[in-house]
C-alpha cells in the first residue's frame, strides 16, 4: 500500500522510540497479534512493537531507534511529496474538466431554478447553492457547467448586436427592428434599462442571445434633435412673401380641406414642394408656418386637433455620416413620420439644404452617395399616398442643382420661389418685429418706414458689393440688394441691445428710436455673420441671381475701402 498514508500512531507516543513501560498495550504487544491488528498499526508502531519484543539486547535496541529515525524521516517526507501530488492532481483535474458555457439570465423560475437563454436556446437550469438566484438581474451573464447548472455570475455583456426601438409593448417589452432585413423581435428589457425612457428610434445594444435589450447606445440622439417643435406661426408672422404663402396654400392647404372635390376633379395633388431661394429669407420660417396653419385650419373645420410632427434636418448632417448611414437616415426619416401619420399626426418633413442630398449626380462630389440616395428618396415618395398626412418640404439656395428625377410629378413637384424682401416687403417685416408693445420713441409705422427707407436709400454708405462683368461694366449693389428677413429681424435685435444698452448707462427708460435702428442697420452690414467673411466670388454668388458665366468678379465695397471713414 505505497499510496496508504500511514495512520497517525494514536495511542502510543510517535516520537518514542520504545513503547513507554506501564503503556495499556503493552500486555497487547507482547503477544501474538493477528494480521488484522498489525495492518492497522503504523510502519514506526510496527517498530516498536518489535522493539518491545527484543528486552535487553542494547545494540540491537540501539540500531532500531536508528531505524526508527530514518523510517520517520522517510515518512515525513513520503507525506510532503503525497500533499504537492495530490494538490497537483487537482490542477490537473481543473485544467481537463470542460469549459463553463456563459449564459444570459432571463429570471428566476423557483428558488434554486433559473430561466436562462444560451446561444439560441433557453433552459431552466439548477442554481448551484453558492449562488442566488434572486441576486442575480436580468440581463446578466451567468456561468453554466456541464450539466448546465448555474455555478457563477459575474457583469453584463460590452458587446453585441445593435438594434433600433419601433415600439413599446406591455410589461416592459420593446419592439426591435434593425437594418439586416430580419424581421423584427419583441425582447425584454435588462435591470439596467429597467427605468430608462426609451422612444421610439433609440437604438439599443442586445445581450449576444439576442433575448435581452441592454442599454441604449447613443446615437438616438441626432432624431431628437431634428425634431422641432412649431411654435405660433400664423401667416401674419411673416412678411412679404404673400405669393409664396399663396403658392403653398394653393399646394398643400386646400387639398387638405377640400378633399373630395379635388378627388372628384380628379386633381392631381402634390405630397410636398420645394422652396428655394436665398438663405435667410424665410424658407424654414415659410416650412413651420405652413405645419402650423394646416393644422389649425383642420382644427377650425373639423374640430379635430392633431398632433404635430415636424422633423427638420440638414441635407449636410445626412451627407457627412459613414457608409450606409446616409440610406439608412433618410429610410428612418420617411419611417417616422409615416408612423406618426398612422397615428393621425400630421407629420412634415423638412430638408433644408436639399441640394447636398438630393443634388444632380453627375459631377458631384458625393457622387457614390448621391447615386443611391437619389433613387431611394424617389421610391420612398411614391410610396407616400398623397394626403396621407405626411408633408415633405425640400429647402434649397440653389435648386438648379436637384436631380430632375425628384421633381416630377407625383414627387415634389411645386416649386416656390422665396424671394428676397423689397422695399414693401421689408417695410412689412420690420413692422412685424417692432412690436406695438416694446418701447418705442415713434410709432412702430413711422419707424418701420424710417428705417425701410434708409436701408433701401441708393446712398453711398449703402453701397455694399461690387460686380464686374464679363463685358468690362461695372455695377453697386446697395445693402437693399442683399436684403433679407434674417437681416431685418437681426437689426431690430441689434436696435433693442442699443435701447437697454442707454437704459442701463442713463438709468432712463429710454425707448428705441430711428438713431438705433440706423446704428444697428450699419453694424448689422460690418459686423454680422450672414455674409461670407470671404473676398471669393463664387461665396458671394450664391447670395446673388447673377449667372456666374457674366460675372467676372463680386466682392464687397467695404473692405475695399478699408480705412475709409463710415457713413452711415
Ligand atoms: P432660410 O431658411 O431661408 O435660410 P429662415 O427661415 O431660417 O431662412 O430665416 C431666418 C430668420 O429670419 C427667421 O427665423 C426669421 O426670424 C427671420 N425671417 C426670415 N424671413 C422672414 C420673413 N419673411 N418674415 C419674418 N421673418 C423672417
Redesign the pocket.
Known sequence: MANRREPKPGKSDPDSPLPSPGDDQDQAWHGVLSRENLEALSTLQLLDLIASKVPGQRAVLLDLVYLRERLSALEEMNDQAREALEKFEEIVAKLRSPAFRIGTFLGVVEKDQAHVAIGGTEYVCRVDPKVIPTELSTGQRVLCNEAFAVVGAFGFDAGGPIARVEDLLSEGRIRLVNDTGLAPIVVCRSALLAKEKLKPGHEVRLDPSQRVALEVVGTSKRIDRSLESVSVLPWS?????EEAVRAIRDAIELPYLHRDLFRRFEHSIPKGFLLH?P???????LGKATAYNLREQIRTATGVERPQFFLHVKGPEILNMWVGESERQVRDLFAQCRERAVEGALAFLFI?EAESILGTRRGSRSQSILSTLVPMFCTEMDGLEPLQNVVVIL?SNRADLIDPAILRPGRIDRKIR?RR?DREGAEA?YR?YLKEGIPLAETAASLAAGITERHYARTQSNEFLEVTYRSGRRDVLYRGDLN???VI?AVVERAKALAIQRSIDTRTDSALGRDDLFEALSREYSENDLFPTTEITEDWLKLTDFDPESVVRLGPIRQKKAGAPSVV
Open positions: 408672422s411673416i412678411g412679404g412673401q431661394g438663405p435667410g429669407c424665410g424658407k424654414t420660417l433644408d429647402a422665396v424682401p417685416i412685424i433679407s428677413g434674417a429681424a
